[in-house]
Protein backbone atom coordinates (compact mmCIF):
# COMPACT_ATOMS: atom_id res chain seq x y z
CA UNK A 1 0.00 0.00 0.00
CA UNK A 2 3.11 2.30 0.69
CA UNK A 3 4.78 1.75 -2.93
CA UNK A 4 0.97 2.28 -4.18
CA UNK A 5 1.00 6.14 -2.45
CA UNK A 6 4.28 6.49 -3.37
CA UNK A 7 3.80 5.77 -7.05
CA UNK A 8 0.60 8.22 -6.91
CA UNK A 9 2.87 10.66 -5.32
CA UNK A 10 5.53 10.13 -8.28
CA UNK A 11 2.52 10.41 -10.76
CA UNK A 12 1.74 13.87 -10.04
CA UNK A 13 5.08 15.49 -9.21
CA UNK A 14 5.93 14.32 -12.89
CA UNK A 15 3.31 16.01 -14.06
CA UNK A 16 3.68 19.35 -12.45
CA UNK A 17 7.51 18.77 -13.79
CA UNK A 18 6.41 18.67 -17.56
CA UNK A 19 4.41 21.71 -16.70
CA UNK A 20 7.43 23.62 -14.82
CA UNK A 21 9.46 22.42 -18.35
CA UNK A 22 6.76 23.85 -20.55
CA UNK A 23 7.85 27.62 -21.40
CA UNK A 24 4.51 27.54 -23.99
CA UNK A 25 2.47 26.58 -21.67
CA UNK A 26 3.93 29.16 -18.72
CA UNK A 27 3.78 31.88 -21.29
CA UNK A 28 0.11 30.89 -21.90
CA UNK A 29 -0.43 31.26 -18.17
CA UNK A 30 1.30 34.55 -18.38
CA UNK A 31 -1.04 36.15 -20.93
CA UNK A 32 -4.24 34.36 -19.02
CA UNK A 33 -3.52 36.44 -16.28
CA UNK A 34 -2.55 39.55 -18.14
CA UNK A 35 -5.85 39.54 -20.27
CA UNK A 36 -8.08 38.90 -17.04
CA UNK A 37 -6.80 41.72 -15.16
CA UNK A 38 -7.02 43.91 -18.28
CA UNK A 39 -10.80 43.00 -18.58
CA UNK A 40 -11.27 43.42 -15.05
CA UNK A 41 -10.12 46.86 -14.76
CA UNK A 42 -11.85 47.44 -17.88
CA UNK A 43 -15.08 46.38 -15.21
CA UNK A 44 -14.70 42.69 -17.17
CA UNK A 45 -16.39 39.54 -15.34
CA UNK A 46 -14.47 36.52 -15.01
CA UNK A 47 -17.09 33.10 -15.63
CA UNK A 48 -15.88 29.75 -14.10
CA UNK A 49 -17.52 26.48 -15.57
CA UNK A 50 -16.98 22.79 -14.82
CA UNK A 51 -18.66 19.35 -14.18
CA UNK A 52 -18.16 17.14 -10.91
CA UNK A 53 -14.48 17.46 -9.53
CA UNK A 54 -14.36 20.47 -11.97
CA UNK A 55 -17.26 22.18 -10.76
CA UNK A 56 -15.53 21.72 -7.22
CA UNK A 57 -12.42 23.32 -8.81
CA UNK A 58 -14.28 25.99 -10.77
CA UNK A 59 -16.26 27.32 -7.73
CA UNK A 60 -12.42 27.40 -5.89
CA UNK A 61 -10.53 29.20 -8.20
CA UNK A 62 -13.71 31.79 -8.31
CA UNK A 63 -14.00 32.25 -4.66
CA UNK A 64 -10.13 33.17 -4.46
CA UNK A 65 -11.00 36.29 -6.86
CA UNK A 66 -14.28 37.08 -5.14
CA UNK A 67 -12.67 36.93 -1.73
CA UNK A 68 -8.82 37.09 -1.62
CA UNK A 69 -6.43 35.43 -2.49
CA UNK A 70 -2.79 36.05 -0.42
CA UNK A 71 -4.09 39.80 0.31
CA UNK A 72 -6.81 41.64 2.30
CA UNK A 73 -8.06 43.59 -1.09
CA UNK A 74 -11.77 44.33 -2.70
CA UNK A 75 -13.64 41.69 -4.23
CA UNK A 76 -12.79 40.99 -7.86
CA UNK A 77 -16.10 39.98 -10.12
CA UNK A 78 -15.54 36.38 -10.36
CA UNK A 79 -18.49 33.68 -10.06
CA UNK A 80 -19.01 30.15 -10.86
CA UNK A 81 -21.89 29.41 -12.79
CA UNK A 82 -23.10 26.35 -11.10
CA UNK A 83 -23.55 27.81 -8.12
CA UNK A 84 -27.49 28.65 -8.61
CA UNK A 85 -28.76 25.19 -8.09
CA UNK A 86 -32.30 26.79 -8.36
CA UNK A 87 -31.34 27.65 -11.96
CA UNK A 88 -29.42 24.57 -12.89
CA UNK A 89 -31.54 22.02 -12.22
CA UNK A 90 -34.46 24.31 -13.76
CA UNK A 91 -32.94 24.56 -16.85
CA UNK A 92 -31.46 20.97 -16.74
CA UNK A 93 -34.93 19.90 -16.63
CA UNK A 94 -36.92 21.96 -19.00
CA UNK A 95 -33.99 22.25 -21.45
CA UNK A 96 -31.04 20.19 -21.35
CA UNK A 97 -28.09 20.10 -19.35
CA UNK A 98 -25.70 20.10 -22.29
CA UNK A 99 -26.86 24.37 -22.56
CA UNK A 100 -26.64 25.25 -18.77
CA UNK A 101 -23.54 27.36 -19.05
CA UNK A 102 -24.17 28.76 -22.74
CA UNK A 103 -27.41 29.51 -21.25
CA UNK A 104 -26.10 32.11 -18.89
CA UNK A 105 -23.27 32.91 -20.75
CA UNK A 106 -25.94 34.30 -23.51
CA UNK A 107 -27.76 36.32 -20.74
CA UNK A 108 -24.68 37.90 -18.22
CA UNK A 109 -21.83 37.49 -20.32
CA UNK A 110 -20.28 40.88 -22.20
CA UNK A 111 -17.69 41.20 -24.80
CA UNK A 112 -14.32 41.19 -23.23
CA UNK A 113 -16.01 39.34 -20.28
CA UNK A 114 -13.68 36.02 -19.30
CA UNK A 115 -14.61 32.35 -19.36
CA UNK A 116 -12.75 30.02 -17.98
CA UNK A 117 -14.20 25.98 -18.41
CA UNK A 118 -12.72 22.90 -17.00
CA UNK A 119 -13.42 19.71 -18.59
CA UNK A 120 -10.62 16.92 -17.86
CA UNK A 121 -11.24 15.56 -21.47
CA UNK A 122 -12.02 19.08 -23.10
CA UNK A 123 -15.20 16.87 -24.61
CA UNK A 124 -17.96 18.07 -21.70
CA UNK A 125 -21.10 19.05 -24.04
CA UNK A 126 -22.06 21.81 -21.59
CA UNK A 127 -18.84 23.52 -21.65
CA UNK A 128 -17.98 23.19 -25.22
CA UNK A 129 -22.15 24.53 -26.04
CA UNK A 130 -20.38 27.58 -23.37
CA UNK A 131 -17.78 28.47 -25.48
CA UNK A 132 -19.44 28.61 -28.58
CA UNK A 133 -21.70 31.00 -27.22
CA UNK A 134 -18.94 32.93 -25.74
CA UNK A 135 -17.34 33.20 -29.65
CA UNK A 136 -20.63 34.81 -30.72
CA UNK A 137 -20.39 37.23 -27.86
CA UNK A 138 -16.48 38.07 -27.83
CA UNK A 139 -16.04 36.51 -24.77
CA UNK A 140 -12.84 35.19 -24.29
CA UNK A 141 -12.17 31.11 -23.14
CA UNK A 142 -9.45 29.59 -21.21
CA UNK A 143 -9.51 25.84 -21.42
CA UNK A 144 -8.05 23.74 -18.72
CA UNK A 145 -8.52 20.82 -20.52
CA UNK A 146 -5.76 17.03 -20.12
CA UNK A 147 -3.20 16.13 -22.98
CA UNK A 148 -4.93 16.98 -26.57
CA UNK A 149 -7.61 19.54 -25.38
CA UNK A 150 -10.79 17.51 -27.01
CA UNK A 151 -13.61 19.33 -28.63
CA UNK A 152 -12.92 22.97 -26.71
CA UNK A 153 -9.03 22.97 -28.15
CA UNK A 154 -10.83 24.77 -31.12
CA UNK A 155 -13.10 27.07 -29.20
CA UNK A 156 -10.39 27.86 -26.73
CA UNK A 157 -9.19 31.48 -27.13
CA UNK A 158 -6.36 29.96 -24.35
CA UNK A 159 -5.85 26.43 -23.95
CA UNK A 160 -3.75 25.23 -20.65
CA UNK A 161 -3.92 21.23 -21.36
CA UNK A 162 -2.16 19.25 -18.27
CA UNK A 163 0.00 16.86 -19.60
CA UNK A 164 -1.62 13.89 -18.56
CA UNK A 165 -4.54 11.79 -19.36
CA UNK A 166 -5.24 10.81 -15.89
CA UNK A 167 -7.91 12.61 -14.03
CA UNK A 168 -6.87 13.27 -10.99
CA UNK A 169 -3.56 14.31 -12.06
CA UNK A 170 -5.22 16.75 -14.93
CA UNK A 171 -7.34 18.30 -11.70
CA UNK A 172 -4.29 18.44 -9.75
CA UNK A 173 -2.68 20.70 -12.20
CA UNK A 174 -5.95 22.59 -13.02
CA UNK A 175 -5.75 23.67 -9.95
CA UNK A 176 -1.94 24.44 -9.43
CA UNK A 177 -2.48 26.52 -13.04
CA UNK A 178 -5.28 28.35 -11.20
CA UNK A 179 -3.93 29.09 -8.63
CA UNK A 180 -1.12 30.90 -10.13
CA UNK A 181 -3.18 32.90 -12.17
CA UNK A 182 -4.79 33.76 -9.12
CA UNK A 183 -1.89 34.88 -7.61
CA UNK A 184 -0.37 36.84 -10.74
CA UNK A 185 -4.12 38.14 -11.39
CA UNK A 186 -4.29 39.67 -7.59
CA UNK A 187 -0.41 40.71 -8.08
CA UNK A 188 -1.22 42.88 -11.29
CA UNK A 189 -4.77 44.26 -10.22
CA UNK A 190 -3.63 45.34 -6.63
CA UNK A 191 -0.05 45.47 -6.81
CA UNK A 192 1.65 46.94 -9.75
Do not use: W
Amino acid sequence: MREKIKNIISDSISVKHKILSDDRLLDLTIRVAEGMTASLKKGGRIYFCGNGGSAADAQHLAAELSGRFYTDREALPAEALHCNTSYLTAVANDYSYDIVYARLIKGIARPGDYVVGLSTSGNSANIVSAFETAREKNVVTVGLTGLGGGKMKALSDYLLEAPSRDTPRIQESHILLGHIICQLVEELYFIQ
